[in-house]
């Protein structure tokens, strides 16, 4: 049962566009919600990260919307650039979770057109 | 500058034979994992390590084995009795102090076994 809902599965946006991916959760449990920026051949490194009792979280052009109630959680990336082209993952986590405890989506693989 | 090691970058082997692949880190972090990354498949957890010498199962552990003598080091075995082993593999570290600290990757190894 995946626990993490990624969409869409590949996007491409024009230069200086917003793009928008979107996860879904199903454990209410979870209260940690990172997520990973991975360019081709590299391992994935931590973008940005939010808790539930934020509903915004800005750093830079990244942006993560949190809504707990509909259990989604989104990454908009404003005035994107061709340098964002990258694949991005959202996770979750729980603290009861122990050393295990994090979910990856299964990623979404952006290309922003120059 | 501190890190995760991974080595080799590409490795090729025949189709029966074990192969160990390599993970150092110099982060002085507790945790280490090894996970398996395949095309649409997200990351998926192999094993994990939340202290030496004591290691444990993630979501695929069938066809793996891992040793933990040292800090720095979570070496991942695969086994001949993995069924489908060529993928991309990643090795990654945490702070064990808190559950939001953030997962450091390497740079991974693509396995490819024909």
Redesign the interface.
Known sequence: QQQVKQSPQSLIVQKGGIPIINCAYENTAFDYFPWYQQFPGKGPALLIAIRPDVSEKKEGRFTISFNKSAKQFSLHIMDSQPGDSATYFCAARWSGGGADGLTFGKGTHLIIQP | DGG?T?SPKYLFRKEGQNVTLSCEQNLNHD?M?WYRQDP??????IY???IVNDF?K?DIAEGYSVSREKKESFPLTVTSAQKNPTAFY?C?S?P?SS??S??H????TRLTVT
């Not at chain 2, 649409?40 to 957890?45: D, V």
């Not at chain 2, 990757?105 to 991974?108: E, H, T, V, W």
């Open positions: 995760i991974q945790a994992y649409g498949q997200g990351l998926r957890l994990y390590s939340q444990q993630g990643l990654a945490s064990w559950y939001n953030p997962l990757f390497g740079n991974g």
